[in-house]
Every structure is written in C-alpha cells, then in structure tokens.
T-cell receptor
Framework: LAKTTQPISMDSYEGQEVNITCSHN???????ITWYQQFPSQGPRFIIQ???TKVTNEVASLFIPADRKSSTLSLPRVSLSDTAVYYC???????????FGTGTLLAVQP | KAGVTQTPRYLIKTRGQQVTLSCSPI?????VSWYQQTPGQGLQFLFE???????NKGNFPGRFSGRQFSNSRSEMNVSTLELGDSALYLC????????????FGQGTRLTVV
C-alpha cells in the first residue's frame, strides 16, 4: 500500500476555513479515503471517511473528485483546539492495516 | 461504552529486558492493531489480530510479537529491548471487517534506558 501525499504543515487563524489536500494517484478500486486527527501524546482520532463525491459530518467535510486521485478535508471555522496533525489514509483492498504518512501539522493561531 | 484501554500508560525498561503491553478493545470489537510511533519514523504498523489470528504484519524484527485472546484483549511483547524501541505504542480496535473506523487508545509510552 503506497502512502498518500499531503503538505507537511499549514497555518491558519481562528474562524477560518481550512482545506487540506491529499494526493493518492494510484488509489485502488476498493480503497476508501479516511482522515484521522492526532494531538500530542494521544492516539489518532477518526474524523471522516469517504469513497467518492462529498461526505459531511458534524466535524468536517470530505471532497473526493470523480477520478479519486486526490481528496480535500475541509474544516469549517477552525479554533485553537484544532491545532493537531491530520493524516490522510487509504483504507481497504486486500489488507485492513492503516498506513500513516507524515501527516499535516495544522497550526491555528488566534 | 468504554474506549480502548492500554496498560500501562508509562514504562521504563533497561536495554536487554523484555516488556509486555496490554490492550483491551472496545466491547464487541474483534480486530486489534498495534502501531509504534517515534519522532523519526512516525506512525508505523506492527501487526493486526482478528479473532485470535494474526491477519497482517508490518516490517518489524521478530523481537516484536503479539497475541490476541478469546475475549479480544491483545498483548504485544518486545524482547531484548534496544534504545531505539523507545516509542509511543498505540493500539487500535475495530468492530470487524475492512473500512470500519479504528478507535485508538491513549498509548503506552515506553522508554528504554
């Protein structure tokens, strides 16, 4: 399973919308795109998962275009507590293991 | 519903010793996976157990082993500890099949001196 590619870090201010893009050019037919959030010294926490088009929950939205070679996690109106590392993962196929890349460190400033 | 419980939370061991970490998954979850997180290598997959059988294994030496019991609780063991084994060890539980959400525990912080 190849890792996904996402920016190493991003900066934002409170109240802004943040979009983190992830590249997964060779995604397999059975793969889902899943995003996790991790705070220091804690385990990752599931945010959202999708296969195609748009998925929205109470925390975020996930946009996946028709070719599924990329995806965008959208966090509306971020706050200081959203400062964390965000991981984009491909999940599925012949294995159930989660392959984490380096993630994106989102720093939200006041 | 209780979350994933890992014990102990912190551990200090000496090089050459062995260590056993424990993970209790969410009730009803049959899949347990283990991950190692270090500043240099990030989050790396160790292995996954499902219904007491190892289903997947990462690229770690044989010093790292695990098992799962009939109640889905899992243990991982590291023998002949090395300084480089110092890390946060995370356990994740899943209800069952692929593409389901993984719930992580708080982790065990292992320091090898």
């Amino acid at each position: 399973l190849a890792k996904t590619t996402q920016p190493i870090s991003m900066d934002s201010y409170e109240g802004q919308e943040v979009n983190i893009t992830c590249s997964h050019n060779n995604i397999a037919t059975n793969d889902y795109i899943t995003w996790y959030q991790q705070f220091p010294s804690q385990g990752p926490r599931f945010i959202i998962q999708g296969y195609k088009t748009k998925v929205t929950n109470e925390v975020a939205s996930l946009f996946i275009p028709a070719d599924r070679k990329s995806s965008t996690l959208s966090l509306p109106r971020v706050s200081l507590s959203d400062t964390a590392v965000y991981y984009c993962l491909r999940v599925g196929g012949a294995t159930n293991k989660l392959i984490f890349g380096t993630g994106t460190l989102l720093a939200v400033q006041p | 519903k209780a979350g994933v419980t890992q014990t102990p939370r912190y551990l200090i061991k000496t090089r050459g010793q062995q260590v056993t970490l424990s993970c209790s998954p969410i009730s009803g979850h049959r899949s347990v996976s283990w991950y190692q997180q270090t500043p240099g290598q990030g989050l790396q997959f160790l292995f996954e157990y499902f219904s007491e059988t190892q289903r997947n294994k990462g690229n770690f030496p044989g010093r790292f082993s695990g098992r799962q019991f009939s109640n889905s609780r899992s243990e991982m063991n590291v023998s002949t500890l090395e300084l480089g084994d110092s890390a946060l060890y995370l356990c994740a539980s899943r209800q069952g099949e692929m593409n389901t959400e993984a719930f992580f525990g708080q982790g065990t912080r292992l320091t090898v001196v």
